[in-house]
């Protein structure tokens, strides 16, 4: 069985993909740091006919986070696909003269060098089998810079950075690296089926080859 592993999982995006993806016969690995709740998460999956599981983590630890991620491998099989799509802290959007280094480098350690360990994590396994996906979620920061958003615009386009010079990198070995950009919450976005519209973009993502950037709407039709 095929093994999904989402970091950021949560009641609703993450939980959204897990059950796309479970309905197409993955086994899910839930990712981030409370494990109560990755546990009652996994639960109702579990009663939905879906096997999932827990494994808490705080993706600014690199060592935490690759941990994480080799469990859910042993326990469910190899990670075939990786979601990456933490939700960024409300410290992160604050105004750009409110941004201090630790700030910057905070922000920095939970996009882009989360990314980069849980991709090390993952990768070597999709590089043997000749196949996998790796999916960033982002908002509209990671393409256009806003100065009430000062956390996520520095650390989003390093973020998206590393995202495509992955997919420049690994397209002729059969893995996709895509990013999906949110440019505002989902619920305003008026999509005719809500979340499951994002869930179902995703799996697209995973199944057909093509740029790495996907607007998930035009940006100007979105709020960060």
Known sequence: MPTIAIVGAGPGLGAAVARRFGAEGFSVGLVSRDQARLDELAARLEEEGVTARGYAADVRDGTALEVALARAADELGPVSVLQYSPLPAREY??????????????????????????????????????????????????????????????????ESAYGEMLHDALQDEGIRVAQLVIPGAIPKLRLENGIDDVAARIWELHRTPGEFRTMLIPLEDGRE
Do not use: W, Y
Not at 114 to 121: S, T
Not at 129 to 156: C, D, H, K, M, P
């Open 93 to 158: 959007l604050k105004p750009v003269l409110d941004l201090t280094p630790e700030l910057a480098l905070d922000a920095l350690r939970f996009s882009a060098l989360g990314l980069v360990h849980a991709v090390r994590a993952v990768l070597p396994a999709m590089r043997s089998a000749g196949e996998g996906s790796i999916v960033l979620v982002n908002g509209g920061t990671s393409v256009q810079a806003r100065s009430g958003f000062a956390g996520t615009s520095v650390a989003f386009p390093a």
